[in-house]
């Protein structure tokens, strides 16, 4: 019996470790391309990391196109669609969590049907409704449209609901406000959803493509996904200098994810506790 588990241990942790090498292999390839000398990625037979380091690349992408104000308005979209979210996340959240009111399930089905509609049926009647107000090629237009989110909603009301009403109901004997009881009480609880929350949203606001694109028109108000696209032409693709920015591209992400990894696992759980 122990050695039929010792197998099945063992057969489970080689196809982890094969699940971990197909996702680390691309961005492993990824930094050993963005040192490459240019002209040389697709040599036969396959350098896996080259002899000579060519930091140039790295120069180049910092120095030929605008990439400070690319990472600038990636930073504000991502920060900016974060703190949004989080804010009307936690605050939606916790109104249909605790309190009672006609239509109250009808209200938060609706929320949930609309992560049924695909994003690009929304593209359409977003722009125009942009370029009415003006918002065209701005950072309104680039972070307002992301304000409510039917997911921020749906992790924040399940966290809230696992708090133990004693909490509240000790708070109100206290005197405290309805908000006093949000703010002070159940808010600072939820860390770890917000912390998970957090994460979502920041990669989603940092890798957006989509959108960006289509909603801005000069050089200068273009993220850093949209902005490295400079570099893949119609007939050719400066592939070292475009997978440099793109290194320099994946260090935000990762140091959110180091930051908040405390509360992740913590925080993906909380949707499978109570409905």
Not at 9 to 30: E, N, Q, S
Not at 102 to 120: D, E
Not at 247 to 253: C, E, K, Q, S, V
């Amino acid at each position: 019996m122990k050695l039929w588990t010792k197998l099945w241990d063992a057969v489970v942790f080689l196809l982890l470790l094969l699940g971990g090498l197909t996702m680390i292999v691309p961005f492993l390839w990824m930094v050993s391309t963005s040192l490459k000398a240019p002209g040389t990625v697709f040599d036969l037979p396959v350098q896996l990391w080259p002899s000579e380091l060519h930091w140039e690349n790295y120069s180049r992408v910092l120095t030929t196109v605008p990439f400070g104000r690319w990472y600038l308005n990636s930073l504000i979209l991502a920060l900016g669609l974060t703190l949004l979210n989080l804010t009307s996340g936690a605050m939606a959240g916790y109104a249909f969590a605790r309190f009672r009111f006609r239509g109250q399930a009808l209200l938060f089905l609706l929320f949930l049907a609309t992560l049924m509609i695909p994003v690009h049926v929304l593209i359409i009647p977003l722009f125009i409704l942009m370029r009415n107000l003006g918002w065209v090629d701005t950072y309104y237009a680039l972070i307002l449209p992301g304000l409510f989110d039917a997911f921020a909603i749906f992790l924040m009301r399940q966290h809230f609901l696992q708090l133990p009403r004693e909490l509240e109901e000790a708070a109100i004997v206290d005197g405290a406000t309805p908000w006093q009881i949000y703010w002070k009480v159940a808010l600072p609880l939820a860390a770890p959803a917000l912390a998970t929350l957090g994460t979502f949203t920041f990669l989603a606001g940092w890798n957006s493509f989509l959108w960006p694109l289509i909603v801005t028109n000069s050089l200068e108000m273009r993220p850093l996904t949209v902005g490295l696209a400079v570099f893949q032409g119609q007939f050719s693709t400066e592939w070292t200098v475009l997978m440099a920015g793109l290194t320099l591209g994946t260090l935000p992400p990762i140091l959110v994810f180091l930051l908040a990894q405390r509360y992740f696992i913590q925080g993906l759980t909380l949707g499978s506790l109570k409905g």
